[in-house]
Structure formats: C-alpha cells, structure tokens
C-alpha cells in the first residue's frame, strides 16, 4: 500500500519572478511595461515576489563611458542602424506609454548605485516602484542615474524614508548584494539581458512581446497543463 507523500505546492494563484537586466538596456524597460501588461491579462493573480537582478552593460573597469549611440550600435545585428533602432523602440516603447528621448543620453552611466538603490527598496516594499522611476528618469528624462543625490531624488520621490536614503549614501549599502548578484549571473553563464524566470520554472531570454510572457505565465501557473484544456 503506498502511503501519500505531502509535497509543497507554489498556489496556482502566486508568482514568483525573476528578472535579469540593467536601466541603461532599453530593451529591459520595454520588457518590464510589456511583463506588467501580462499580469494585467491573469485575473486573481499575486505576485508574491519580484527579484530583481542586476546585470550591468557598464562598469568603472571597462574605462571611459562609451556614448550612447557607440553603445547601441555595438548591440545592434548586422545591417541594422542606430536610427533605425531608434525608431523602433520609440515606435514600441509608446505603446507601452515610455516617451524615449535617446537626444537626452549622453554617455553609458555605472549603474551599480541605482542597482543598490532598488537593493534597499525592497526593505520597504518600494522597489517596483523605484525600478520604473529609474528607467523612466534615464530613458525619458536624460537624468544621471549614476550619480548618488540625483538617485537619491529619485528614491524620495518614490516614498522612501527619509533613514532609507540616508543609509544609501554609503556605497557600501546594498554594495555586496548587488556584487554576488552579478557574480551567480556570471556562474551561470548569463550573457545578455533581460531574461525572465516565472516560479523558478519558466525562462524567457532576450527581449520579447507581450503574448510571449503571456505564454510564459500560463505554464508557469499551470505546469503540465494544456492552455486549452486549462480554460
């Protein structure tokens, strides 16, 4: 006679996501517009938590900040222009309602404080928030979010407290979560951003639509399960 074994199940209703990126990567904040409009498609849905880790595409190491554009470029496939990618983030990231104003970046910032920021956000339950206001101050505002007081700004303006901010000033706050973030990435063989990962279960690499997550959270949600016997 075999005897039930009681096995922790993750609630069809709850999501755990991980999510891999920069805020200097445009494709990593259209990726996060085009994740929350999937989550708006599954009612009765909680996402229980959102990691977020840091991956970044400029470091003090590397030497001088390449501008924007040099940057892109050395992104872009083969035969595919700045312009033309210009465009077409543009043309996506309205959709999405971000307003990119690539004439306003300059050079590639060291993104490790913003990274740090959304680190100490966590604690007061802030760092959707600060992720989104970050992206939007880099890519629509042109602001330096490299630079400690204009994060700080930002912080505040997100709601947190006054200690938080404080506590943030110190570069070593939030500083060895962020490295050993970077380094698992590194371990794991992580080469280019964003990547997604539902439940611990479901990965989506590289930029993608907004029915691809959708896709994605439906097997997460519902692991073996057909999505049309599902419904």
């Given amino acids: 006679m075999s005897v039930p074994v009681s096995v922790p199940v993750v609630p069809v209703g709850s999501l755990d996501i991980d999510l891999v990126g920069d805020f200097s990567c445009p494709w990593t904040f259209l990726g996060t517009r085009r994740l929350a409009r999937a989550l708006d498609h599954l009612q009765g849905v909680t996402v229980r938590e959102l990691r977020w880790h840091p991956f970044r595409l400029q470091r003090p190491e590397a030497g001088v900040a390449p501008e924007w554009r040099k940057h892109l470029a050395a992104r872009l496939p083969k035969g595919v222009s700045v312009e033309l990618a210009e465009s077409s983030l543009a043309e996506a990231g309205e959709a999405l309602g971000i307003r990119f104003d690539f004439s306003k970046l300059a050079g590639l910032p060291d993104t490790l404080a913003a990274h740090r920021l959304v680190k100490l956000a966590v604690a007061e339950g802030l760092h959707g928030r ?102």
Avoid: W
């Fill in 130 to 231: 600060v992720l989104d206001a970050i992206f939007r101050a880099y890519f629509e505002q042109g602001r330096d979010i490299g630079d400690v007081e204009e994060l700080v700004a930002i912080g505040a303006e997100c709601g947190m407290s006054d200690g938080l901010l404080a506590s943030f000033r110190d570069p070593k706050a939030g500083y060895a979560e962020v490295v050993d973030d970077e380094r698992r990435l590194q371990l794991l063989g992580v080469t280019s951003i964003p990547n997604l990962l539902f439940n611990r279960q479901v990965l989506v690499p590289g930029p993608a639509d907004e029915q691809i997550y959708v896709r994605a959270l439906d097997q997460a949600l519902f692991p073996g399960v057909d999505a049309q016997t599902k419904h």
